[in-house]
């Protein structure tokens, strides 16, 4: 009886503190990554991406259209960067493996939206997929935003995760859509060139 009770508080406690950090429930919409090119040489420009949102469920879904644009202040210029959080990762075995930085494991190469403005709600846009919709996000130019990139290597399996998060479609909702590519480093040089 005692160990019905504990794992029936267990539950309870699992439910009230995952609605507390947001509803990570699925609502039918799957996001991906393509690349466009998914081998090429670590001393190549890094390909232009895409953040592809499907919806699989059976219900329209409405998604803020905040991807782009972000504007980063830098004096004397301004910027305009996207609203995702970007991480490479080392595939080895099946496994994600980082760099060890301040004794913990990083990214290899990351991204992430340095300012933030407050949204206005007049100015917000939104995006409404009905079910088997789709919404493509063009990502250019990412090698100029990640940070450590040069650490790439060419002969070694990577993996490209992008994250995207939603706290406006639906009123005291948050969601994350995540979509994920791997990709290989491999050395087109031609015979006789130094390789990495």
Same mark, same amino acid.
């Given at each position: 009886m005692n160990k019905t009770c504990l794992f029936a508080n267990l539950l309870v406690g699992l439910s009230l503190s995952s609605s507390a950090l947001g509803d990570q429930a699925d609502n039918g919409i799957e996001c991906s990554v393509v690349m466009e090119k998914t081998s090429f040489d670590a001393r190549e420009?890094? *390909?232009?991406?895409? #953040? @592809?949102f499907a919806n699989k469920g059976e219900k329209t879904v409405r998604l803020f259209d905040d991807v782009y *644009?972000? @504007? %980063?202040?830098?004096? =004397? %210029? %301004?910027?305009?960067? *996207?609203n995702i959080h970007i991480e490479i990762w080392r595939k080895e075995n099946g496994k994600r493996l980082g760099v @060890?930085? #301040?004794e913990r494991e990083t990214p290899i190469a990351w991204y992430g939206p340095m300012y933030m403005f407050e949204r206005v709600g007049a100015l917000m846009r939104f995006i409404t997929l009905k079910p088997g919709e789709k919404h493509e996000v063009s990502i250019k130019d990412a090698? #100029?935003?990640l940070v450590y990139f040069e650490h790439l290597r060419n002969g070694e399996w990577y993996e490209l995760e992008?994250?995207?998060?939603?706290g406006y479609a639906e009123p005291g909702v948050r969601r994350e859509y995540v979509g994920r590519q791997e990709f290989k480093t491999s050395n087109q040089s =031609?015979?006789? @060139?130094? %390789?990495?």
């Amino acid at each position: 009886m005692n160990k019905t009770c504990l794992f029936a508080n267990l539950l309870v406690g699992l439910s009230l503190s995952s609605s507390a950090l947001g509803d990570q429930a699925d609502n039918g919409i799957e996001c991906s990554v393509v690349m466009e090119k998914t081998s090429f040489d670590a001393r190549e420009t890094f *390909p232009d991406f895409k #953040l @592809v949102f499907a919806n699989k469920g059976e219900k329209t879904v409405r998604l803020f259209d905040d991807v782009y *644009p972000i @504007v %980063r202040l830098r004096e =004397p %210029r %301004r910027e305009k960067a *996207p609203n995702i959080h970007i991480e490479i990762w080392r595939k080895e075995n099946g496994k994600r493996l980082g760099v @060890v930085r #301040l004794e913990r494991e990083t990214p290899i190469a990351w991204y992430g939206p340095m300012y933030m403005f407050e949204r206005v709600g007049a100015l917000m846009r939104f995006i409404t997929l009905k079910p088997g919709e789709k919404h493509e996000v063009s990502i250019k130019d990412a090698y #100029l935003l990640l940070v450590y990139f040069e650490h790439l290597r060419n002969g070694e399996w990577y993996e490209l995760e992008v994250r995207f998060k939603d706290g406006y479609a639906e009123p005291g909702v948050r969601r994350e859509y995540v979509g994920r590519q791997e990709f290989k480093t491999s050395n087109q040089s =031609p015979e006789g @060139v130094r %390789r990495w």
